[in-house]
């Protein structure tokens, strides 16, 4: 069984369109999190959510936006894609704050 | 603010061999918590070890050690006796101790083990 699972794991897009990556995590985790590698692969935080709620907005375009049913699932929605959002997006969870994040197996979002 | 420094952005190693990658970290939170990652050329993120910066002994996990000198902030992964499958990415990461916190990931450092 997966931990942390996304879909999709590639996406292809044009500029301008409106795309979806869905996340889901098994591991009762209360914190689910948005990772975005450029790349350098560098890895940086985007957004947080604890128990469905937005703890950490990172300075994101706000064509960003994630959502959150439950605590189970984090799904990151962008609009109006552009050339440089192309990059690998990653969500994580972990029980708590001074724990370790689990990652999903990443979603490569190339935009053309 | 926080801040992670892995200064070496690529290490050769033999098999069987151990290395030592380094890191070093900025913070002014009292507790906080030390992570290493690995990512392979497939992609995905593998959690190594953790250390929390109140635990007096060095984590060790298999053949990962932390080597963990909080006076000078540093963080430094060992790893022993060097496997081919050990090529990948590894990355250093932060977190402090308080809810509405995140991993700040240093850059990565790219360890090629040759046979």
């Known amino acids: 069984d997966t931990a942390v699972s996304q879909t999709p794991k590639y996406l292809v897009t044009q500029m301008g369109n409106d795309k979806s990556i869905k996340c889901e995590q098994n591991?009762?985790?209360?914190?689910m999190y948005w990772y975005k590698q450029d790349s350098k692969k560098f890895l940086k935080i985007m957004f947080s959510?604890?128990?469905?709620?937005?703890?950490i907005n990172e300075t994101v375009p706000n064509r960003f936006s994630p959502k959150s049913p439950d605590k189970a699932h984090l799904n990151l929605h962008i609009n109006s894609l552009e050339l440089g959002d192309s990059a690998v997006y990653f969500c994580?969870?972990?029980?708590?704050?001074?724990?370790?994040?689990?990652f999903g197996q990443g979603t490569r979002l190339t935009v053309v | 603010a926080q801040k992670i420094t892995q200064t070496q952005p690529g290490m050769f190693v033999q098999e069987k061999e151990a290395v030592t990658l380094d890191c070093t970290y900025d913070?002014?939170?009292?507790?906080?918590?030390l992570f290493w990652y690995k990512q392979p050329s497939s992609g995905e993120m593998i959690f190594l070890i953790y250390?929390?910066?109140?635990?007096?002994q060095n984590a060790t996990e298999g053949r990962y050690s932390l080597n963990f000198q909080k006076a000078r902030k540093s963080a430094n992964l060992v790893i022993s006796a060097s496997q081919l499958g050990d090529s990948a990415m590894y990355f250093c990461?932060?977190?402090?101790?308080?809810?509405?916190?995140?991993?700040?990931f240093g850059k990565g450092t790219t360890l090629s083990v040759s046979s």
């Open positions: 250390q929390g910066s109140y635990d007096q």
């Open positions: 994580a969870s972990s029980i708590r704050a001074n724990t370790e994040a689990f």
């Open positions: 913070t002014s939170d009292p507790s906080y918590g």
């Open positions: 990461a932060m977190r402090p101790n308080q809810a509405g916190t995140a991993l700040i």
């Open positions: 591991l009762g985790h209360d914190t």
């Open positions: 959510y604890n128990n469905k709620e937005l703890i």
